[in-house]
């Protein structure tokens, strides 16, 4: 079979004049503010309800599992504000990335890349309409406002999780729970976190746009986009927590 | 500059995929009013030629005028402004598969109308449209919905929704039964009568060709290599022509 995957530089290359391209489009006049509210509808509302019941397994789970070692050391009483600090700093955030990249990120990236086989893309060209900006501008623009609000909603609910949890084998008041769980947080830990949540949507935007709009090869590289939309974005979601924990490290906000 | 009297002009035009030379300084010339057949074996190079006519593609070299513009000097906004005057009907119909019927028609005016203009008269002009067509009932229903007939009219009523000046048809009868095709045929020339429209069309359809084309191009090698009538090309002895019409 001949290989139809670009080398790695090659396809980094591609990616970063597509994101050139993108911000050189959305200066540019004619805003698709109608396409934009649809794409919030159905990049944020619809993923509501996955990222929320995750969300709250989540927060659940954690406060179980960390029960018996805090337990050990007669850290109990720890447990709200270790579980709010991760769930705030890192779990939540990551998590909802990663459900974002495969939900979002293959949704985009089948969606385009449909669209470019069957010469959707094509016909809208050809009507006078921009697809980049039509099509591209909007998902990602949705998808870097959509994923830092579904991340806060995941922080607010995996700390009701852990509430729970804690209450599962213990007996913990709301207020007591809630005031444990905020006394251990600062803004030092909210904003670097919503702040790469920005960061994260962007780039689980820009790459299953990435992959959809240059999808080739029929059905089967509709396919292609999709999968490897999921897989390029996921590793993406860690590249870039790697970069903010070094950037927040140096900031001293850690 | 004088105006020409061709709708589209295109001289020694080249494209190459690769080491793959698709068109060879290719000539053609489309006059007003008049519907011209491109015929070629396929791979030959036909729907990369009227994707360069439209600029989809871009040409290694040589000229294209488009209703007297130099479409290689053009930028993307005064392209797209041209294309409010080109239609261009897909083989493979390129309806918008999550938009109905109507906002499938309405998609071309959002960016040639102003908003005043779509409130006012995108309702009319949807169901002239599909009036034309014939499928005046369908304008709530998807395109999953319809035929292979059906969407193949439904993309024809979306070129025709701005009322363009040439029609650009890549293969318009292909996959399509023997009855749909010449209902299809029949219904660009009612079209093409009802708005002067002058016309390229790709196929291999002899039957759309005989019935539709005032001209043929035979494309062989990338170059025209005839150009004439269907009734002279059936009886023209070169080789290279006649095996089109066994």
Known sequence: MKAIDKPFFTEVGDIARFTGRFFKEITKPRQEYEEFINQCFWIGYKSFTLVSITAFIMGLVLTIQSRPTLLEFGAESLLPSMVSVSLVREISPVITALICAGKIGSGIGAELGSMRVTEQIDAMEVSGTNPFKYLVVTRVMASTLMVPVLSSLAIAISIYGGYLGVNMKGSVSWSLYWFQAFDALSYGDFIPSLIKTFFFGFGIGIVGCYKGYNSKKGTEGVGRSATTAVIVASLLVFILDLIAVQVTDLLGLT | ?246
């Open chain 2, 1 to 246: 500059m004088e105006p020409s009297k061709s709708i589209i002009a295109i001289s020694k035009l080249n494209k190459s995929f690769g080491e793959n030379h698709v068109l060879r300084d290719f000539d053609m010339s489309l006059a007003p009013g008049e519907n011209l057949v491109i015929l070629g074996k396929s791979g030959s190079g036909k729907s990369v030629l009227i994707k360069c006519i439209i600029k989809l593609i871009d040409a290694d070299s040589g000229d294209i005028m488009v209703l007297d513009h130099d479409i290689s000097m053009m930028d993307q906004d005064e392209m797209d402004l041209l294309r409010k005057d080109i239609g261009f009907l897909f083989q493979s119909n390129a309806l918008y598969d999550s938009m109905t019927v109507r906002e499938n028609l309405e998609f071309p005016l959002r960016r040639h109308w102003t908003k005043e203009q779509r409130e006012s008269q995108a309702e009319e002009a949807v169901m002239e449209a599909l009036e034309d067509v014939g499928l005046s009932h369908t304008v709530n229903m998807m395109p999953a919905e319809l035929s292979g007939g059906m969407r193949k009219r439904i993309a024809l009523a979306r070129t025709l929704i701005l009322k363009p000046k040439v029609i650009l048809y890549d293969e318009p009868t292909t996959g399509l039964d023997p009855i749909t095709a010449r209902e299809i045929s029949e219904l660009m020339i009612s079209i093409q009568k009802k708005y002067k429209a002058s016309s390229v069309i790709i196929s291999h359809d002899m039957n759309c060709i005989r019935m539709t084309s005032n001209r043929v191009i035979t494309l062989i090698e990338g170059r025209n290599y005839v150009a004439d009538t269907y009734e002279n090309l059936m009886k023209n002895t070169d080789p290279k022509v006649s095996e089109f019409f066994r």
